[in-house]
């Protein structure tokens, strides 16, 4: 899978400096930012050790069908492998309103007018570190199409959300898959890519 460069630009095959005939076309191009933790984690009533994330799991599997750059958000100070030390931080940081900062170069949007924004579900509703992304970036001409992997939430509260913090975004439609599902939710991607239009 596509990782983003060292200067924060997502991954295009190819292309370090785009001429300006690539830059005239690359208005539309579709940016998929996602934040996923791998560890110990909720299945199917149990736990399971994840070596890799569900949210991960369904990034790449966009990636693998759709023309997207893609950007991992991942924490400057890492989420605890534990699940329930990654609860009680979870309930730290929403108590405390945190944006927890995010270690790498945030990618360039210029020419992304579509973003597939991905993370799991964490207390019904998005991780706060993807708060700060979308505080960081200019998101003002986009839309933005949420996806999470869950446990039992669904979507949650992240439409509300996403629509409170970027009031001049378009939050357009969502997806959201069980997290024990990932490996097998391919139709259900394909489904949502051809009705975005990303197919
Ligand atoms: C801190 C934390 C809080 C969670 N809270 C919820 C929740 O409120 N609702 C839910 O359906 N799943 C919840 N989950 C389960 C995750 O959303 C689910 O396992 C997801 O697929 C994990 O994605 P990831 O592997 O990409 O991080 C939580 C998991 C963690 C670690």
Redesign the pocket.
Known sequence: MPQPSKTGTPTRTGTDTPSACERLTEAGRVLLAY????GE???DGGRID?KV?????VAEMIAAIADVDVYRIEAADP?PEN?EG??A??VREEASDARPAIANPLPSLAGHDTILLG???????E?MIMRTFLESIDVTAATIHPF???????I?RVERNYTRLCPEATIGEPLAI??EE?TRARPQVEAWLGRIGLL
């Open positions: 934040f996923s933790r791998p984690n909720y299945h994840l994330g569900n949210t991960q799991v989420y699940y990654a609860v931080r979870n993370s799991p579900i964490w207390n019904v509703q991780p999470v992997t869950y446990a039992v939430s669904g949650g069980r997290g990932a």
